[in-house]
């Protein structure tokens, strides 16, 4: 079990409490790095899906899919290290921005 406290901007406290089954032995520090190492990748996922829409290609050929896959991992890797506009610029807005006007932003996404 673990026990989240969130606290609001407003000032309000609310408590979670998360379960988790699994099979692991019971040490506490590989188990939470399963987790964490698990939500980072659902996180990744997450962004490729509301950044690049992946979930809504349909490529047939495999190789062609596993090459446009590499590329938006590259190109989301580059997105988390670009700051345009300012820093809390969603990963969406900052392809928007870039792709609209390529030749501002192509020295700052270079950089990297």
């Known amino acids: 079990m673990e026990k989240k406290t969130l606290e609001r901007k407003n000032g ?5 409490y ?3 089954i699994s099979s692991l032995k019971t040490d506490i520090a590989l ?3 399963t ?4 939500w980072s990748v659902e996180a990744m996922r997450w962004h490729l899906d509301v950044t690049f829409r992946e979930d809504a290609n349909h490529t047939i ?5 596993q090459n446009l896959n590499i590329i938006r991992k590259f ?5 988390k290290l670009v700051e ?4 809390k610029l969603s990963m969406k807005k900052k392809r928007f921005a870039i792709a609209h006007n390529t030749e501002k932003y192509l020295e700052s996404v270079l950089n990297f």
């Open 31 to 33: 188990f939470s790095r």
């Open 35 to 38: 987790v964490r190492q698990h």
């Open 12 to 16: 309000s406290v609310s408590v979670e």
């Open 75 to 79: 190109c989301l890797s580059v997105l």
């Open 61 to 65: 050929d495999k190789n062609s899919a």
């Open 18 to 20: 998360r379960h988790f």
């Open 84 to 87: 345009i506009i300012h820093p």
